[in-house]
């Protein structure tokens, strides 16, 4: 009887079999080192122009994808809607029923799944973008899981169309920033480099200006729009990150349409067929002032009663506690109201409503003068696809009458919708109420000089079109304060005609709204309490007179070289910081440096408490400046700095805290609370 041997022939067998297997998968040595060689030089030769260029490029084309699939879903679901209002033939309580209930349904939706994934994931997300950028950390904003609830949801929100009355630019820019921040982790990760915080602010303020590029096609614009929007303090060196990835967004959104047979060639989203032989006669140029006059005082309105509802739905107690524990609710609410206003039978033949935000901006932008259309039609509006300004004219209104009416129920209508609690944007209303107001100014002017305002030589009537051009940059730049749109709607529209009326326009605006009212997201960023320092809008010579030394902080917790195991335990247990300043000794508080509070912790950790039993494994404490790192202090204030200074140097520098010398010795510190409460309350009194 034979026995096995372990470990004997049979071991033999199997670890030659393995060796002969392991050469068997690797054939042609001298090639495989060849080719091995190759790749390495072409990772060299690529990697050579730097490695930002790849990332800014994949990012922008994937926004640009994402961007045009969320348009072809939400266009289908809109043709959906319009199907079924049109199959349930006259019967008006079923077509009440199918106007209403979509939306409604939609919106529960929205609001239900972004909510259940992350309670961030409603608005915007601008404002907190601007704080993020600032230096303060909000990291549940920049979450993956993020990225998904406001994919879905705001894809749901923009099927509702006109109803809701709201648009993606916003939500676009924020989710652009979230996938720059994921691709920066994966990079750092693949690449096994330190990530670098200057690098990744970097990456997100190129992300700003992809988001727009993606949703209007307009690279340029893009960039100085994020620029004024988002920025304190803009780069210059970060100007070509912008640029390159906002043209890659914005050329991929394009060529996407063409791929889809939507048009024959890249071009303007609007695309509008106005005529530059002669846009605008000269004397114009003073209604166009007096547009933006207009779009001016209207934005102060605009911005003053929507800070005032946001924060009064916060404090009424109905409201604020369907926000609280039911959100599907109160936008199920909110939705049903707005569907029921805008019932084409109802009040919404009077307001166009059966146009996309899309085919709002369209027609408006319409380079034909409806008020001498009008007269000559000889048939009622036929709904979308055929001649879209029929949708703005009915038999008992003028048009007049129904732009009129657009804009006083609008305007209360798309204060309500920003307190939906579903991912929105709200750039696009606003860009579309501005076009519809500068409608109603230019086809007041055309009704007033029907042979344009020259007597002498060739007749040069009024085009509407251009002052609708010159109202969306007008109101859309005051109630976001930046001057960009007026760019913005020429690459937008690919008429660059009007751009020097429509800057005249911006400009009025803007000096109106800026005078009276924070920015938008300015306004929301003061009724959420995000901690973001607000712009110091006095320029009158008392304010440059107030200085650090009225304001610090003066009760300010610090540690000398020589403290012990007991002191820092008392100056954890006293305070919060998160760094603690370190002084020469008590009797001299000479700063020298700054210690981190996880420091702080860990020399505790690791050292032995001086009452502690003899048993304990641990080394004896000894004093600060021989266990614990001791930072250098780079910036420190003067007493006599003034208010000006100090928040130049915290937005410019992203700080959170900076400490306060006098001779060198340590009297006080400045936080964000401590300038913030004195801008609010020195600089800018109420």
């Given at each position: ?510 000096a109106i709204t800026q005078k009276n009212q924070p920015s938008f997201y300015d306004g929301t960023i003061i009724v959420k309490r995000l901690p973001y320092l607000p712009r110091i809008r006095s320029r009158h010579m008392a304010s440059y007179q107030v200085v650090v030394e009225e304001f610090m902080e003066r009760q300010v917790v610090a540690l000398a070289r ?125």
């Amino acid at each position: 009887m034979e026995h096995p041997v372990p470990g004997g022939l049979q071991g033999e067998k199997e670890e030659e079999r393995v060796l002969v297997s392991e050469k068997s998968w690797r054939p042609c040595p001298k090639a495989r080192k060849r080719l091995r060689g190759c790749l390495e030089w072409v990772k060299r030769q690529l990697f050579r122009v730097g490695e930002d260029w790849y990332f800014l490029f994949v990012l922008g084309v994937l926004m640009a994808t994402i961007s045009f699939m969320m348009d072809f879903i939400v266009f289908r679901l809109f043709e959906a809607h319009r199907w079924l209002y049109q199959e349930v033939g006259d019967i008006l309580v079923l077509k009440y029923l199918s106007w209403t209930m979509y939306p409604t349904a939609l919106a529960a939706f929205s609001t239900g799944f972004a909510q259940s994934i992350t309670p961030h994931s409603g608005g915007s997300g601008i404002p907190e973008l601007k704080v993020i950028l600032t230096g303060v950390v909000l990291e549940e904003y920049l979450a993956i899981q993020n990225f998904g609830a406001k994919v879905v949801g705001l894809t749901c929100t923009l099927a509702c169309g006109s109803t809701v009355f709201l648009g993606k630019l916003g939500p676009f820019v924020h989710l652009s920033v979230m996938a720059a921040a994921y691709l920066g982790k994966m990079r750092t990760k693949v690449t096994g480099e330190y990530e670098n915080k200057f690098k990744q602010n970097e990456m997100l303020v190129a992300a700003q200006a992809v988001g727009i590029a993606s949703v209007f096609g307009a690279p340029i614009s893009g960039v100085l729009f994020s620029v004024e929007v988002m920025s304190s303090h803009f780069a210059v060196r970060d100007y070509w990150r912008g640029f390159f990835a906002a043209t890659c967004s914005a050329f991929m959104f394009r060529l996407l349409a063409v791929f889809n047979s939507e048009q024959e060639t890249i071009t303007a989203v609007f695309k509008s067929n106005l005529k530059i032989d002669f846009p605008f006669d000269l004397l114009e140029t003073f209604f166009f002032a007096i547009l933006g006059a207009v779009c001016g005082l209207l934005g102060c309105c605009y911005l003053f009663c929507q800070r005032w509802l946001l924060g009064a739905v916060k404090q009424n107690r109905l409201t604020a506690r369907l926000l609280a524990t039911d959100k599907p609710i109160y936008s199920v609410l909110v939705v049903l109201l707005l569907a029921s206003i805008t019932f084409p039978p109802g009040l919404g033949q009077l307001m166009a409503s059966r146009l996309t935000m899309k085919e709002y901006l369209t027609s408006l932008f319409d380079n034909r003068t409806w008020g001498t259309l009008v007269p000559n039609s000889t048939s009622v509006a036929q709904g979308p696809g055929t001649d879209l300004w029929l949708d703005w004219y009915h038999p008992s209104a003028t048009i007049f009458g129904t732009l009129a009416f657009f804009l006083m129920m609008k305007f209360w209508m798309l204060i309500l919708a920003t307190t939906l609690p579903l991912p929105a944007g709200y750039f696009m209303p606003i860009f579309v109420y501005g076009a519809a107001i500068g409608r109603l100014l230019g086809e007041i002017v055309a009704l007033l000089f029907p042979r344009g305002l020259s007597s002498e030589g060739d007749l040069h009537p009024i085009i509407p079109c251009g002052y609708a051009l010159a109202g969306a940059a007008a109101f859309s730049g005051s109630v976001t304060h930046s001057l960009s749109t007026a760019l913005l709607v020429c690459e937008a529209t690919g008429h660059l005609g009007h751009l020097l009326p429509v800057v005249v326009a911006v400009l009025v605006a803007n000096a109106i709204t800026q005078k009276n009212q924070p920015s938008f997201y300015d306004g929301t960023i003061i009724v959420k309490r995000l901690p973001y320092l607000p712009r110091i809008r006095s320029r009158h010579m008392a304010s440059y007179q107030v200085v650090v030394e009225e304001f610090m902080e003066r009760q300010v917790v610090a540690l000398a070289r020589g403290d012990g195991f007991e002191e820092v335990l008392m100056a954890l247990d006293g305070s919060a910081d998160a760094e603690y300043p370190v002084v020469e000794s008590a009797e001299s508080p000479t700063l020298v440096g700054t210690v981190s509070r996880a420091q702080l912790v860990t020399y505790l950790q690791s050292h032995k408490h001086p009452q502690a039993p003899p048993g304990e494994k641990l080394a004896t404490a000894g004093t600060l400046g021989d266990s614990c790192p001791i930072e250098p202090i780079m910036l420190q204030l003067s007493p006599r700095t003034s208010l000006h200074q100090a928040h130049h140097l915290f937005e410019l520098l992203k700080l959170q805290r900076i400490f306060v010398t006098r001779s060198g010795e340590l009297v006080g510190a400045v936080g964000r609370a401590e300038l913030r409460r004195a801008i609010e309350e020195l600089a800018n009194p109420k």
